[in-house]
Nanobody, 122 residues
Framework: QVHLVESGGGLVQPGGSLRLSCTAS????????MGWYRQAPEKQRELVAT???????NHADSVKGRFTISRDNAKNTVYLQMNSLKPEDTAVYYC????????????????WGQGTQVTVSS
């Protein structure tokens, strides 16, 4: 009923930039919060950044000053601009949406995308 599709990952050299996009589609009434998480090999998934539909943002300390989250509410799309990338940013990046689906049977739940690989290497 709800699908999240991510794009924009890839291979980039240290110091380079990438922009990730994630669009939520389906029976969406209100995608009140969206965000990005990442998981490196043999590590737990961690928060990167979140943004509410009012524009309030939260960035992990490890990415502050380098990554910027933004969104287009009309398109239910969230972006992650990643600058000054480091090898330690290498991970699978996942999009998450906290949203309420439309009636009948509207529910408040979390949805995840399938992930996009970001590799920072020379």
């Amino acid at each position: 009923q709800v699908h999240l599709v991510e794009s924009g990952g890839g291979l980039v050299q240290p110091g380079g930039s990438l922009r990730l996009s994630c669009t939520a589609s389906g029976r969406i009434y209100d995608a009140y919060a969206m965000g990005w998480y990442r998981q490196a090999p043999e590590k737990q998934r961690e928060l990167v950044a979140t943004i509410t539909n009012g524009g309030s943002t939260n960035h992990a300390d490890s990415v502050k000053g380098r990554f910027t989250i933004s969104r287009d509410n009309a398109k239910n799309t969230v972006y992650l601009q990643m600058n000054s990338l480091k090898p330690e940013d290498t991970a699978v990046y996942y999009c998450k949406a906290a949203l309420v689906t439309t009636m009948p049977g509207g529910q408040d739940d979390d949805y995840w995308g399938q992930g996009t690989q970001v590799t920072v290497s020379s």
